[in-house]
């Protein structure tokens, strides 16, 4: 194989690597009524188990493990993250009780803290700074990818009757395809050199102590413009997803749920698969005339979100809402692909494992951690007294209005950005010289 088909088939992999990861995480709230009724839950606790459970353990764990990840091998650490925390997912599938579901959500989350780093390090020694944002932007397809396959799984396994789901076997099932994929890109992907696109091979590239690489991510200003733009944007997004499921069987329970589930698969896999595309595309050619585009693309989409997340709740029907969230979902996926490249670029070559686990704490313990748990317990406080559309509607518009901090976020990206590009441009320059000194 050749190394421009390799590098692409490496990327394809791990993007389907990255689409488990979601499927995962998708796949709660889809079943989030069936697990709610069978486990007897509140709309609190479905939240804390879609969100804050996954969320504490997934951005903790990462950071070591992306500390490791910048020393040894990835595609050792990204086979036994993938295998890890699928074979969490299928132990979902024999929970009990709130507390077992909860500790299996915990190992789910442990597994998966491993896969982004380690993925978004490869990927950024397969391709250069031009590059790297339209790359993670494919990379970022497996979000939309994920979520579309979580949809289409649960409704080709649902059985015949959508009152009666047995949710638990599509746990399972999942569990053991993931462990069967963990064995793939174990015998499959080939560890490349650290900083290959970056540095000139022979180039000695210095290690950071795990206190050194956090305090220095944490001194650049983008970066972390960069991390509270995409956390309070994904925010409104994992909240959405997490109770979408159950908002529209409220708002019409004579829609066939099997036909809602493949709809709503294939505009995930499309409008959003469009949208982290275009996104990544847009950004790498604007880019190229003025670097402020990383900044001014994730603005834009947030400004349009913000209308739009919150005419779907208000739609009298799922037809309307299903029209709404096609464009919703379009303009959410704009923004990953800047954001992946920010991460990676800005961040020293010998940190960017922990540049991208950093940047997913702050991201998953805001969005992950935060949006699910915050719209579960907004819908208790709003359900007293009121139907429960009523209340779902009204924490869902709160919600939306998380996505005028991102939108302020992305500015300040936007506005800084080019100081922080430049002295990372100067900083891999003068690791070289010292190298050929």
Same mark, same amino acid.
């Given at each position: 194989?050749?190394?421009?088909?390799?590098?692409?088939f490496?990327?394809?992999?791990?993007?389907?690597?990255?689409?488990?990861?979601?499927?995962?995480?998708?796949?709660?709230?889809?079943?989030?009524?069936?697990?709610q009724?069978d486990?007897?839950?509140?709309?609190?606790?479905? &939240?804390?188990? =879609? !969100?804050?459970?996954? @969320?504490? #353990?997934? /951005?903790?764990?990462? *950071?070591?493990?992306?500390?490791?990840?910048?020393?040894?091998?990835?595609?050792?650490?990204?086979?036994i993250?993938?295998?890890?925390?699928?074979?969490?997912?299928?132990?979902?599938?024999?929970?009990?009780?709130?507390?077992?579901?909860?500790?299996?959500?915990?190992?789910?989350?442990?597994?998966?803290?491993?896969?982004?780093?380690?993925s978004?390090s490869?990927?950024?020694?397969?391709?250069?700074?031009e590059?790297?944002?339209?790359?993670l932007?494919?990379?970022?397809? &497996?979000?939309? =990818? !994920?979520?579309?396959? @979580?949809? #289409?799984? /649960?409704?080709?396994? *649902?059985?015949?009757?959508s009152?009666?789901?047995?949710?638990?076997?599509?746990?399972?099932?999942?569990?053991?395809v993931?462990?069967?994929?963990?064995?793939v890109?174990?015998l499959?992907?080939?560890?490349p050199?650290?900083?290959?696109?970056?540095?000139?091979?022979?180039?000695?590239?210095p290690?950071?102590?795990?206190k050194?690489?956090?305090?220095?991510?944490?001194?650049?200003?983008?970066?972390?413009?960069?991390?509270?733009?995409?956390?309070?944007?994904?925010?409104?997004?994992?909240?959405?997803?997490?109770?979408q499921?159950k908002?529209?069987?409220?708002?019409?329970?004579?829609?066939?749920?099997?036909?809602?589930?493949?709809?709503?698969g294939?505009?995930?896999?499309?409008?959003?698969?469009?949208?982290?595309?275009?996104?990544?595309?847009?950004?790498?050619?604007?880019?190229?005339?003025?670097?402020?585009?990383?900044?001014?693309?994730?603005?834009?989409?947030?400004?349009?979100?913000?209308?739009?997340?919150?005419?779907?709740?208000?739609?009298?029907s799922?037809?309307?809402?299903?029209?709404?969230?096609?464009f919703?979902?379009?303009?959410?996926?704009?923004?990953?692909?800047?954001?992946?490249?920010?991460?990676?670029?800005?961040?020293?070559?010998?940190?960017?494992?922990?540049?991208t686990?950093?940047?997913?704490f702050?991201?998953?313990?805001?969005?992950?951690?935060?949006?699910?748990?915050?719209?579960?317990?907004?819908?208790?406080?709003?359900?007293?007294?009121?139907?429960?559309?009523?209340?779902?509607?009204?924490?869902?518009?709160?919600?939306?209005?998380?996505?005028?901090?991102?939108l302020?976020?992305?500015?300040?990206?936007?506005?800084?950005?080019?100081?922080?590009?430049?002295?990372?441009?100067?900083?891999?320059?003068?690791?070289?010289?010292?190298?050929?000194?």
């Amino acid at each position: 194989m050749s190394k421009s088909n390799y590098r692409k088939f490496s990327l394809f992999l791990l993007t389907v690597v990255y689409g488990f990861n979601f499927i995962d995480r998708q796949i709660v709230g889809i079943l989030a009524p069936f697990i709610q009724e069978d486990l007897n839950l509140s709309n609190s606790q479905l &939240g804390l188990l =879609i !969100g804050l459970a996954f @969320a504490a #353990f997934y /951005t903790l764990i990462a *950071i070591p493990i992306a500390w490791l990840a910048d020393r040894f091998n990835r595609v050792n650490i990204l086979s036994i993250s993938l295998a890890t925390w699928s074979a969490f997912t299928a132990l979902t599938g024999i929970a009990g009780s709130f507390l077992q579901i909860g500790i299996a959500r915990m190992g789910v989350g442990i597994g998966e803290a491993g896969g982004s780093p380690s993925s978004h390090s490869i990927i950024s020694d397969l391709y250069g700074k031009e590059e790297r944002a339209g790359a993670l932007g494919i990379y970022s397809m &497996g979000i939309p =990818i !994920g979520i579309m396959a @979580a949809y #289409f799984v /649960t409704a080709s396994l *649902i059985g015949e009757s959508s009152e009666q789901v047995d949710w638990r076997r599509i746990f399972v099932v999942l569990g053991g395809v993931g462990i069967g994929l963990a064995g793939v890109v174990k015998l499959v992907l080939r560890e490349p050199r650290r900083g290959g696109r970056d540095v000139s091979e022979g180039a000695i590239i210095p290690k950071s102590s795990f206190k050194n690489s956090i305090k220095t991510l944490l001194r650049i200003p983008t970066w972390w413009a960069m991390c509270l733009g995409i956390g309070f944007g994904s925010f409104v997004s994992y909240a959405f997803s997490a109770f979408q499921t159950k908002y529209l069987r409220i708002l019409d329970p004579a829609f066939d749920f099997q036909t809602l589930l493949i709809l709503l698969g294939i505009i995930n896999g499309t409008t959003y698969v469009a949208g982290a595309y275009f996104g990544a595309r847009i950004t790498d050619k604007w880019g190229l005339s003025d670097i402020r585009a990383y900044g001014w693309v994730p603005a834009i989409a947030i400004l349009v979100c913000l209308p739009i997340g919150v005419g779907s709740i208000w739609v009298a029907s799922i037809a309307a809402h299903l029209v709404f969230v096609t464009f919703f979902l379009f303009f959410l996926g704009l923004y990953l692909g800047p954001c992946f490249a920010i991460a990676q670029t800005l961040a020293p070559i010998n940190m960017r494992a922990m540049s991208t686990a950093l940047f997913f704490f702050i991201l998953n313990m805001i969005a992950l951690g935060g949006g699910p748990t915050f719209t579960g317990w907004l819908i208790d406080v709003f359900h007293t007294g009121n139907t429960e559309l009523y209340a779902m509607r009204q924490a869902l518009t709160a919600t939306c209005l998380f996505f005028i901090p991102s939108l302020i976020s992305f500015l300040v990206v936007a506005k800084v950005l080019p100081r922080d590009w430049s002295i990372a441009e100067h900083r891999n320059r003068d690791i070289e010289t010292l190298s050929n000194q």
